[in-house]
């Protein structure tokens, strides 16, 4: 089988080769966090096309409408890897290495804190577990800890992997392609970007930071008619 890879297309969709998962996960709200719940699961295939501009009418694959559209894809991100672009918030056991890509997830807020007072507070074991729960659910991958209590080890979630598309029926909105398990992404430009365990891609086709989702798809009001 051939590597895992997902490479974009000039003003085109994000080409998926390796037989990689794919599904759906609804993002709701249990109490005061969020959690992902199980929506469609995708026949497998060995290679397929996600659109990237936004228009398709057979969601979440490309149909060819970019074409038609005149979708402008040019990607702006930045190519500075992770732990060049953070800002660090430190805490007693715990550091947060923070690189501001917000998906709008709000998994970064959790039982009435967010993310940071919970990284300030983690001295308290259950403020600990509710940071590092906030960090490595967010799809995003902009909120990496480090434990002071484990020779500043890097904490990230295990996952194999996938890409699952995102709902958030709260906002009634379509929200990002959350790629898991480190699947390589390369540049419509031929370059690889930093190989990333978790990232949010942008399938609203209105990021200002493509290819990498900004929460655009709120503002916009992404809905994707997936049915
Ligand atoms: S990228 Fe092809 S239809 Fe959207």
Not at 71 to 90: C, K, Q, Y
Not at 96 to 104: G, H, K, S, V
């Amino acid at each position: 089988m051939p590597e895992k890879s997902i490479t974009i297309t000039k003003d085109g969709p994000y080409l998926v080769k390796g037989g990689v998962p794919l599904n759906e996960k609804i993002m709701v709200s249990v109490g005061h966090h969020r959690e992902y719940q199980q929506g469609r699961v995708f026949d497998q295939q060995e290679q397929y096309a996600l659109c990237r501009c936004g228009l398709s009418k057979n969601p979440p694959f490309c149909d060819g409408t970019h074409a038609e559209c005149g979708f402008d894809g040019h990607e702006t991100a930045s190519t500075v890897p992770f732990n060049e672009r953070i800002e660090l918030f430190e805490g007693p056991t715990l550091d947060l290495y923070d690189d501001n890509r917000c998906a709008f997830a709000r998994f970064c807020h959790r039982e009435g804190k967010e993310v940071w007072t919970l990284t300030e507070e983690s001295d308290n074991e259950p403020e600990r577990t509710d940071a590092i729960l906030a960090s490595t659910e967010c799809p995003s991958g902009r909120l990496v800890h480090h434990d002071k209590r484990n020779d500043y080890a890097e904490i990230e979630p295990e996952l194999e992997p996938e890409i699952s598309v995102l709902q958030d029926p709260e906002r009634g909105v379509s929200a990002c392609l959350f790629v898991k398990g480190g699947i390589p992404l390369q540049s419509a430009e031929g370059f690889l970007y930093e190989t990333r365990n978790r990232y949010a891609l942008c399938r609203c086709g209105h990021s200002a930071n493509k290819p990498f989702c900004d929460a655009r798809h709120v503002n916009e009001g992404y809905v994707d008619g997936l049915e």
